[in-house]
């Protein structure tokens, strides 16, 4: 069998979190109160699975602004989850320790995501980037890292 010279979907270890997280969702989300079922449950169970779909739906793509853009999508899906993840533990059907324990989990996709855009965005030529991919690296809440907050410094 010869050698592949692209990942399939189901290589990316972020791609295979995303699904395990959706499965643990799911199984969570049918313990809710019955009327939450098809509101707040639903919810969390679509934006859930839309995570691993949107980077299964690009991967394919043969033009790699497309591909970002499914990274892109899958990062907003996964922060979407998050948020009805900490409505459910304000409503009362999650602990504080479960949600904490999904958000975890969740916010280390999403820095994996962060990892797979910057990857992508290096086999673009450098005058065509979107954004800075140098970073000064710094200790996550170190007097170093910068306060800004917002969206990244366009390219000019």
């Not at 005058?127 to 366009?154: F, M, N």
Request: glycine share 6%.
């Amino acid at each position: 069998m010869a050698a592949k010279n692209y990942m399939d979907v189901d290589d990316l270890e972020v791609y295979k979190k995303l699904c395990r997280l959706h499965i643990e969702v799911c199984e969570l989300t049918h313990t809710w109160p019955q009327e939450e079922k098809y509101e707040l449950g639903g919810q969390a169970r679509r934006s859930s699975n839309s995570s691993p779909a949107q980077l299964a739906e690009k991967n394919d793509d043969r033009h790699i602004r497309n591909k970002i853009e499914g990274v892109n999508r899958s990062r907003g899906e996964a922060a979407e989850t998050i948020h009805h993840l900490f409505m459910a533990k304000l409503k009362g059907y999650i602990t504080d320790k479960v949600y904490f324990e999904f958000r975890g989990r969740y916010k280390e996709c999403i820095r994996m995501l962060n990892g797979l855009e910057k990857t992508l965005e290096r086999k673009i030529p450098e005058r065509e980037r979107r954004w800075q991919i140098a970073e000064k690296s710094a200790v996550y809440g170190s007097i170093d890292e910068p306060l800004t907050q917002g969206w990244p410094d366009a390219v000019t």
